[in-house]
């Protein structure tokens, strides 16, 4: 069955410092990939997705994830992270082509100090 | 324009009543979702709506009933709901295999 899997539940980075969210999928076929964010009580904002093409993937808010089918993986990483980037990290996997029927992680929750 | 409107932000309903959530997008998206989510839990898929039809129930209990008045609107009607209903819920929407973009949610609460 697809999945995907976020191991890290809980991560805290200090303000600056780089981060990478790890997210390994289970899929069969070539798998539509996202990263979605979201805050307390607000709705999933799209940071990035991986179709096809280019296995580096830029995003908004300096986010970037790579694509590793030798791995399974989509990892999400930023340079240096800031105060307002403290959120809940979703990995998703389309499964029906697009976004027609998405699987979610069970999501990182990211903390960073001061 | 990305944005995916919801209403209302925030509903308390008793079991024994009838309400909907409204879902508006003006993107051309044909493809559009709902979605519910629990406290410290990732959504989960309820229903689907692509060219206006119904294409995925995901065994969803028949008190939620999904509408799709034309291609900007989404509705979900709620009746005889129980308290474990309460929860978040989101609609999205989606180009033809494109990415989905979430409304900011309806925090629905059943007392």
């Known amino acids: 069955a697809q999945s995907v899997t976020q191991p890290d539940i809980h991560i805290t980075v200090s303000e600056g410092a780089s981060l990478e969210l790890r997210c390994n999928y289970s899929?069969?076929?070539?798998?539509?990939l996202f990263w979605y964010v979201q805050s307390p009580g607000q709705g999933l904002q799209l940071l990035l997705k991986y179709f096809s093409g280019d296995t580096l993937v830029q995003g908004i808010k300096g986010f970037e994830a790579e694509f590793k089918r030798s791995q399974s993986s989509f990892n999400l990483r930023k340079p240096s992270v800031h105060w307002s980037d403290a959120a809940e990290y979703f990995c998703?996997?389309?499964?029906?082509?697009?976004?027609?029927?998405?699987?979610f992680g069970k999501g990182t929750k990211l903390t960073v100090n001061p | 324009d990305t944005e995916v409107t919801q209403t209302p932000k925030h509903l308390v309903m008793g079991m024994t009543n009838k309400k909907s959530l409204k879902c508006e997008q003006h993107m051309g998206h044909r493809a559009m979702y709902w979605y519910k989510q629990k406290a410290k839990k990732p959504p989960e898929l309820m229903f689907v709506?692509?060219?206006?039809?119904?294409?995925i129930n995901e065994s969803v209990p028949s008190r939620f009933s999904p509408e799709c008045p034309n291609s900007s609107l989404l509705n979900l009607h709620l009746h005889a709901l129980q308290p474990e209903d309460s929860a978040l819920y989101l609609c999205?929407?989606?180009?033809?295999?494109?990415?989905?973009?979430f409304g900011q949610g309806t925090r629905l609460t059943v007392v």
């Open positions: 998703a996997v389309g499964i029906q082509g697009g976004s027609e029927k998405l699987v």
């Open positions: 899929y069969g076929a070539t798998p539509y």
């Open positions: 999205a929407s989606s180009q033809d295999g494109g990415a989905a973009f």
């Open positions: 709506y692509s060219y206006e039809k119904l294409s």
